[in-house]
C-alpha cells in the first residue's frame, strides 16, 4: 500500500491541500493515477473534517462517498452531456469540491456562500435543490425519457442511500425505471446501512442479506426481479472497483442498479464511533457560550414533555419516519420500546400507520420536521382529518430553520393545515406552554391536532396577565390602538416592539392565541374590541394564520383592520435563522415599523430579497 502523507496538521507555507486546490473539473481527476486518487481522497477528507466540523454540516455522510463521487465523476461526465443527481443532496460536498466550488468551500452552508445541497446556480453540474429524500430515481426517469425523445445520448446516473430509498416515491420510480429496458439509468445504491440510525424495515433486511451475501449472491434479487441488472456489491471505498462497477453499468446499456457499500463518516474515528448517528449533521463549530445560553432546545423540551406524557397514558405511542433522534423520541422510545414505531424515511405512510393506529384506540404522535410534513398532506387530510382520528402532529424545526436552505424551511404547515377542516393548531410560546399545549393535544379525541416549534432554544417562560378562553393575553394597553396577535416564540419580540410603541404613546395589547386554529370566539371578541390588529407569525404572511384570521374577522362583521406579519411566498436561501427573521421583519425593530405605517395606512414593506436565485444555471 502506497505510503499516503496525510497534510501536515503543523503550520506551513505549503497549502495544505495541493492535489486538491489543482482541481477545478470533473475532468481534472480523469488522468490521475491510484496512488494519486489515494492521496486526493486523503485530501477530500481531512479538508471536508477541517471546514465542516467549523461551518457546520453533513460531515458523515460525505465522507462515506468520497471514492464513489470520485469514481462517478472519473466515469460519468457532464461535458460529455452525463447528468449526475444526488438524491438528499446532503451528500454532495465531494461533488462540489470535483466541480470548480473548492475556494468557495469555507462559505458552506453560510448566507450568501454555498448551499448545502446542489444548487443550479452555483455550478451546471448540480441540478436538484430539494433536500427532501427519495426524488432523485423519480427525476432520472424523468430525464431518461427526455433524453429518449430529445434524441440525447447523455447518460443519467442517480446516487441514492439506502435510508432514502426506504422512501415510497423511490419504489414509484423504481417500478417505473424497471419497466423501461430500453432506457438506461445507473442507480447508484449507497448503502451505509444507516439513515441516522441504522435504516429500519425489509428492505434493509434485504440488502444486508446481499451484503452477507457479497459477489456470491445467486443474481436474483429485489431489483433484479424489477427489471435491473444488479452489480455488487462493490465496496464503496475501492475506486477502481467502482470505476469499473459503473463503467460495466454503462456498457449494459439498461436499468442498472450498482450497490456500493460505503461506511457512513469514513476515515474519522470520532464519527465512526458515533453509534447515534455517524455525524450525520454536526452544528457549527459551538460558539463561546453566551452567560445564560444554556437553555434547553425546543427538541429537548419537547422530548421531556412527551416522556413525562407517556408515562400517563399506556395509550399514546410515538412515530418517526427515521429521525427518531433529532426529533427528540430517544427517551421515549427508550422508555417504551414497544409504543415507538420508526418507520424509514417514509412520511406517508407515518400519517397513514397513525390513522390505523388511531382507529385502533390509541393517540399516536408523530414527531415529524415541519417540513418534510408536506409530503403527507393527503394523509393528515383524507387519512386522518377526514375519520376524526386523534393524531397530535409535532412539528419541529417550524418556520424559518437557516442553514439548511429553501426546501428545509418549515413555513407551509399552518398553510395547509388551515385548509384541513377539524385540524387544531397550536403554536407554544415557551417550554410552559409546550407542556400545556401538549397536554390538550393529546387529551383530544375529536380529530388530529398539531403543535409547531422552532429550530431554536426555547426562551424563558413568559406569563399571561390573564386568560380568556384558549388566549393568553400577555400585556394590556389602556387605548387599545393595536392588538398584536403574537404566534409562539415571537411573543418575546412583540412584547419588545409593544413596549416601544407604548413609549411613543401607541398602546398595544398583545395576545398569544395558544390554539392558532380554529380562530376563537374569544380573539375575535378582542380584535372587536381594538382600532387595529396585527398578526406576527413565523408562517406565510399571505395564506399564514393572519390571512385566515382576516377572513374570519370579515365573515364575523368586525370591521377592525387587520394586517399579517409573516414570511414571504418564496424560496428562502440559507443563511442563520435570526438573520433572515431580520431580512422578513420578524423582529421588534421591523414589528414596531410595521405597525406605525398601517395605522398610518400605508402598505406594509415586502422582504423578497431573502429568495434564492432563479435557478438559472451558469
Ligand atoms: C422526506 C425527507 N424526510 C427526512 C429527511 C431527513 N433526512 C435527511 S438525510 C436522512 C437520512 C438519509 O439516509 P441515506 O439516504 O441512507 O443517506 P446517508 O445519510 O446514509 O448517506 C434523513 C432522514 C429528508 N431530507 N427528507
Ligand atoms: C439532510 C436533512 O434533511 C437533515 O439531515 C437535516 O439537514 C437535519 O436538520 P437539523 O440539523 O435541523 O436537524
Ligand atoms: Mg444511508
Redesign the pocket.
Known sequence: MTSIAAPSLLPSTEPAYPLLDSIVTPGDIRHLTSARLNQLAVEIRALLIEKVTVSGG?L??NL??VELTLAVHRVFGVESGDTVLF??G??SYVHKLLTGRRDGFDTLRQAGGLSGYPARSESRHDWVEN????TALSYADGMAKAHQLSGDTGRVVAV??????T?GLAWEALNNLGAAPERPVVVVL?D?G???AP?VGAMATHLAELRAAGRGASGRNLFTELGFSYLGPVDGHDTAALEEALSRACDLRRPVVVHALTV?GRGHPPAEADEADRM?AVGPAAPARAPGATRPSWTGEFSRALLALGSDRADLVAIT???GGPTGLGPFAARFPERYFDVG?A?QHAVTSAAGLAMGGLHPVVAI?AT?LN?AFDQVLLDVALHRLPVTFVLDRAGITGPDGPSHHGMWDPTLLSAVPGMRLAVPRDAAQLRELLGEAAAWREGPTALRFPRATAGGDIPAVYRDGPVDVLSVSGTRDVLLVSHGPLAGACLEAAATLKAQGIGVTVCDPRWVLPISPELLRLAAGHRLVVTVEDGLRTNGMGSVLAGVLRDSAITTPSYALGLPTAFLRHASRDQLLADTGLTPHRIVHAVLRARAGRALPHHARTSVPDGTRP
Open positions: 453533513h458523515g455522510p462515506g462517498v438524491d438528499t446532503h451528500q433536500s427532501h429524500a427519495s441514492i442511500g439506502d435510508g432514502a430509498l422512501g449507497n451505509n444507516r439513515s441516522y435504516t457512513k450525520h419516519a427515521a429521525m424515511i412520511e420536521y418534510f409530503r
